[in-house]
């Protein structure tokens, strides 16, 4: 279902707008509720321009007469019986104010009016297309009421009757049937069709009162096309009721499409004018005088006839305005046509045929919106001049007027023109450091005994297995250190029972050591430093262990920290421990190139034997 409060705001001119925002108020101070009904929501549904607007209003509507006036309203008629009052409002907007009623016919032609709720207002009318209405009251603003759902019947693009006998009810609607057929191009549904036929035949319409006659006379001249309008109703032979002097033989063609294109150059331009009091003498050029204002009499409302009167007096003055001093340059010339009566600067550009006239709504339509294209936007946007500025709109349409008048032709000129209505740059961003969180107490780790500083007298091998150890645990390091040969302090250290592991099953057992890649690079590369000379190393051999430790710790140079070379000798460098039964023979061979690794695996050896 369309979105009908979008519709209402996009629609409708600003003008009609206005004009319903008004009826609203009045409305609300009285405490009634209004509705937007007939031709407007039709319109609306179907996407048809909208013309002119019909509001019921549940309550007397005569009684609204004060406060209609005090918001601008023109009244040009109304119809007592129904409680209808014809009002216009500023920028043309014509607009039929009624009382929600239910209406029977006792007689054809004869209505007998009630007061009644909008839902019996609506099934009192003619065609279904017709019987809707929009909510314009709080709370419910742009609910649609369709209780016979013309909805289906505006997409099928048929008139449909609302009540089966409603020609002979009233039989003005069969005159209506032919305009709404040929201003929307829709069908009469079959059974209004058969029921339309049999009215002709019979002559229904001989009951229509004479207010209908002139109400749908006048109808004829607010057209957007009257031309068609009119020789539908002669096909139909509805002219013949209506008014015999009246045929599309007296209209004047040529000037009516000229009357029409400047109607739609206007447009173009934002003048939204009402063509009706215009071509109405165009529509009876050809008639007789004395039928023409017996034609005016009959309309209903009388504002239209004076607009009519006074319509070619003010396009003359206002063509006089245009060519003055008070419109010497462009910018006042447009201000000028945008500031006018629609209906006056419409007449002046059909019907004054000046020469300077014609000049300046040629130039209107083609060359001064030309500077509108001009306008820097993406200076304006580096001088900090968006759409958010206040003012901005303004000062958009003071550089039109400006570039429109050729007071700006260089960029240096435009700048200069801006140059007062940009604002100051923004200071640079602070960047606030946000303060850290605190960090919360990590949790106490298992603790752990640190291994000590390793005695002086331990060899490498023996320090890397310690290192290994460590990584197990404190207990294993210390039960390891006090094991290790060489040094009197670790016979006398502590170790707390029970050990996670011991150092033994370290030795044995490579898999507890991780990254064991890095660690074969590691061991080599002490294996090589620590390789001895092949012939210092065979009496090395019969040396106790002791011995042999004290005679390491002294080949090494004494500011060499202890603690530092544990340090390097991280759990990598041990590689892979040596099988418990190795040949010792094949630790460190003199002639034969073996691993660098393979020296490494004496010491560890020794280290296993002692420990047995």
Not at 420 to 437: I, T
Not at 479 to 486: K, R, S, V
Not at 497 to 508: D, N, T, W
Request: charged share 30%.
């Amino acid at each position: 279902m369309a979105d009908y409060i979008y519709l209402l705001e996009s629609r409708l001119s600003q003008a009609q707008q206005k004009a319903l925002q008004a009826v609203r108020e009045i409305a609300k101070a009285k405490g009634l509720t209004v509705f937007l009904v007939g031709g407007a929501v039709r319109d609306l549904t179907s996407g048809s321009p909208v013309r002119d607007l019909d509001v019921a209003v549940q309550g007397n509507a005569l009684k609204l007469k004060k406060e209609l006036e005090k918001a601008g309203a023109l009244f040009s008629g109304e119809l007592e019986p129904l409680q209808a009052l014809f009002v216009e409002f500023p920028g043309g907007v014509r607009m039929e104010i009624s009382s929600t009623v239910t209406i029977t016919f006792p007689k054809p032609g004869k209505p007998v009016v009630k007061p009644g709720t909008i839902h019996d207002d609506l099934r009192s009318r003619d065609f279904t297309a017709n019987a809707m209405a929009l909510s314009l009251n709080d709370g419910s603003y742009g609910l649609l009421m369709d209780p016979l759902n013309g909805v289906a019947d505006i997409e099928n693009r048929e008139l449909r009757l609302v009540n089966g006998y409603g020609f002979i009810e009233d039989p003005v609607r069969m005159i209506r049937a032919a305009r709404f057929s040929a201003r929307l191009g829709w069908q009469l549904e079959e059974r209004t069709r058969s029921r339309y036929d049999t009215g002709k035949e019979e002559g229904y319409i001989s009951a229509m009162s004479s207010f209908q006659r002139g109400y749908e006379l006048e109808e004829i001249a607010h057209e957007d096309d009257p031309l068609r309008v009119l020789q539908r109703l002669e096909q139909e032979g509805w002219m013949k009721v209506l008014c015999p002097a009246w045929t599309s033989a007296k209209v004047n063609v040529a000037e009516l499409e000229k009357l029409r294109d400047a109607q739609g150059q206007l447009f173009t331009r934002g003048i939204h004018a009402d063509p009706s009091a215009a071509q109405f003498p165009l529509l009876t050029a050809k008639m007789q005088s004395k039928d023409v204002t017996s034609l005016k009499k009959s309309f209903p409302r009388r504002t239209f006839v004076s607009h009519i009167d006074a319509l070619e007096a003010e396009g003359k003055k206002f063509a006089a305005e245009l060519t003055g001093k008070q419109a010497a340059t462009p910018s006042a010339a447009w201000k000028l046509l945008m500031a006018g009566r629609p209906e006056a600067v419409l007449q002046a550009a059909y019907a004054v045929r000046n020469a300077p006239v014609q000049a300046k709504f040629k130039s209107f339509y083609t060359d001064w919106p030309q500077a509108r294209q001009r306008i820097p936007y993406t200076l304006m946007q580096e001088m900090r001049i968006t759409p958010e500025l206040p003012g901005y709109d303004d000062l958009v349409e003071k550089l039109f007027f400006e570039l429109m008048d050729g007071k700006l032709g260089t960029p240096e000129e435009m700048k200069a023109f801006l140059e007062p209505y940009s604002p100051p740059a923004p200071p640079p961003p602070v960047h606030l450091r946000r303060p850290r969180a605190a960090r919360k107490e990590a949790k106490a780790p298992r603790p752990r005994k640190k291994a000590e500083a390793l005695p002086k007298d331990m060899d490498e091998a023996a320090a890397a297995a310690v290192k290994v150890a460590g990584s197990a645990g404190g207990d294993a390091v210390a039960e390891f250190a006090a094991q290790a040969p060489g040094s009197a302090e670790r016979k006398q250290a502590r170790v707390k029972p029970p050990a996670r592991l011991a150092a033994k099953e370290l030795v044995a057992k490579p898999k507890a050591v991780a990254n064991p890649v890095p660690a074969k690079a590691a061991a080599k590369k002490a294996a090589v430093k620590s390789k001895p000379d092949p012939a210092k190393k065979a009496p090395a051999k019969k040396q106790p262990a002791k011995k042999a430790a004290a005679a390491k710790k002294a080949a090494k140079p004494a500011s060499r920290p202890v603690k530092k070379a544990v340090a390097k000798q991280t759990p990598r460098k041990v590689a892979k421990p040596a099988p418990k039964k190795a040949p010792p023979k094949k630790a460190a061979p003199a002639k034969k190139s073996a691993p660098a690794r393979k020296p490494a695996k004496k010491p560890a050896k020794a280290i296993a034997k002692k420990r047995r």
